[in-house]
Structures are given as C-alpha cells and as structure tokens.
C-alpha cells in the first residue's frame, strides 16, 4: 500500500466530532470527489475505509446516512449517490442553493472556524488529495478539474497561515505543498500526526544516510588516490631499476623508494610513519615526487 493510501486510511479513522466540522468535511470530500453535479456525486478512491467514514461523517452532519452504493474493481472503489432526494438534504444541510446550475465553489461559512477549517482540509485530502512518499519527495497536493475550487483552497490556505503553491496540469489544478515540514503541519492539522511523524522520520534517516554517503565517499576518493599515487611511483621505481639507473639514486631517494615497496598501498601518512630514520610527510612526498620526476626524465630521454 501506498505512503498516500496509508494516510487516507489513518485519516479516515479521524472522525470529526461536532456538527460543524462533520459539515465541513462532508463538503471537502464531496467538492474534491470524481464528480459533484446536482443530482448525483460519485468517489473514486483506493481507500477501503472511506464508505465507512462517510456514513459516520453523514450521520453527524445530517443525523442519518443516505444509501450510498459502493462497488469494487481490484483495488479501486467507487462510491456514488444519484438519489434526488438526499442530493437535495446533503446540499442543504451545506448551504448551497439547490437549484439546476450548480457551481462548484466553498460555501465560506462552512469553514469559519479553526476547527471546521482542518476536517474540511481533511474531508478535501480524502477524496482529492495525494503525498508523495518521502523517501522520493516531499510533496503534498489536493487535485480539482474545478479552477474556482483550486483558487479557493488556495485562499484559505493562505488565510490559514500556510501559504501553498499552485500549477495547472492539463484540465487538472493543483494546489500543493513542498518541503518536510510543511507537510508534516498540514498532515497534523488535518489529523494524520502518524503520517507526520513518520516524514520527520524518514526525513531524519535520510540525513543521516546522506552525510555517511558523502564522508565514505570522500574517504574512498582519497584511498583511491593513494593507490594510484603508490601505483605510479612503485611503476617509476622498477624502471629505474631495469634502466640500471636506482643505484646511482642518492641514499634518501632510496629509503623512500624501500618504504614504497614495502607498504605499495598505503597513504602517504602511513607511509611516514613506518619510516627509519623519522621524516615528515612532506619530506616524504617532496622524496617520492622526485623519484617521479626522474622517471619522467628518463622517460623523456628515451624518445
Ligand atoms: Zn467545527
């Protein structure tokens, strides 16, 4: 299951309690559904929890549930309603004007209160609203086909304190949220702290992953270069040797080029430790670097 899937389940067992906010949740779920005309509304989710929710959140904001007809197609549910009769109720215990154009817009006195205003977010995210799992992304949205909708969200959204960003995707709006935190507040507010809780998680172990991912990086580029580095001088020195040239070296070339054969891949500063007489390990790498140098020489000359 989904990390999206997973809050709606954990969202739908967070009923709203008071009337108001039972409404408010009720309009959230019905404006963000598959489709809302005036005489039928129809939910398409993969949360098998929602028919469940919606009778809860029906009988406290209307005192009783409508027959909602479900039906399964592997994992996607679809919930609708066409009855006139409860379309009508449902529309007037939110306050919209039942008449034959309907236009799909938030009904402002439906989501006065704080209260109201986080089960309408939550009613809104259950039918319309999706978060990317955060080992990807950080990403919450709620989707609409509805641009009045997506602009009023918005707006209270920003009324809200939290301002979120908006996109048109094709005949879709979306109006979303980026970065850990702000979507660990609005998953709290809306009632998911489990889900939140979880991002911080994840959040904080992807951290951690990164900063070990960049020093062992940074310690293999180094032991990489080491080995190279011992790779060319231990190459320099065999030439040396074949081209009778070694002996002729002065006494301190030598010491270092021993030290080399001795210890082929170890990094400078190991190096310097094993070596007798004591030297620094600039000393040693001025040594070995010279070495170097004459075999390029001596390379040079052979051309
Ligand atoms: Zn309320």
């Known amino acids: 299951m989904s990390f999206s899937a997973n809050i709606k389940k954990e969202l739908s067992r967070a009923a709203s309690a008071r009337t108001c906010c039972a409404r408010a949740e009720l309009c959230g ?19 098998p929890l929602l028919l469940k929710h919606l009778g809860i959140v029906c009988e406290r904001a209307m005192g009783y549930t409508p027959s909602w007809s479900a039906s ?53 995210f259950l039918t319309g609203g999706y978060v990317t799992d955060p080992e990807r992304d950080y990403s919450l949205e709620f989707t609409t086909t509805h641009a009045v909708l997506s602009r009023e969200l918005y707006a209270l959204l920003c009324d809200m304190g939290m301002p979120p960003k908006t996109a048109k995707r094709r005949y879709t709006n979306v109006v979303y949220f980026k970065g850990s935190e702000a979507i660990e507040e609005i998953l709290t507010l809306m009632g998911a ?52 040239r070694y002996e002729e070296l002065p006494i301190r070339l030598k010491e270092a080029a021993e030290l080399r054969e001795r210890f082929p891949d170890a990094p400078l500063s190991e190096l310097a430790q094993n070596a007798d007489p004591p030297i620094t390990k600039s000393g040693l790498n001025h040594r070995l670097k010279k070495i170097e140098q004459l075999y390029s020489e001596m390379r040079g000359e052979g051309k």
């Open 29 to 47: 779920i019905l404006l963000f559904a598959s489709s809302l005309e005036r005489s039928s509304v129809r939910i398409q989710t993969h949360n």
């Open 72 to 124: 399964v197609t592997g994992s996607r549910h679809t919930i609708s309603l066409d009855d006139p009769g409860d379309m009508e109720r449902i529309f007037s215990v939110l306050g919209y004007e039942y008449r034959d154009q309907l236009v799909l817009h938030l009904n402002a006195p439906l989501v006065e209160d704080d209260c109201c205003r986080a089960a309408f977010l939550r009613g809104a």
């Open 193 to 244: 702290p489990r889900a939140a809780m979880s991002i911080m998680e994840t959040k904080v172990i992807k951290d951690v992953r990164n900063t070990i991912n960049r020093k062992v990086n940074c310690e293999t580029a180094n032991l990489l270069r080491s080995v190279e580095n011992g790779n060319i001088q231990l190459e320099a020195i065999a030439a040396l040797k074949a081209a009778g």
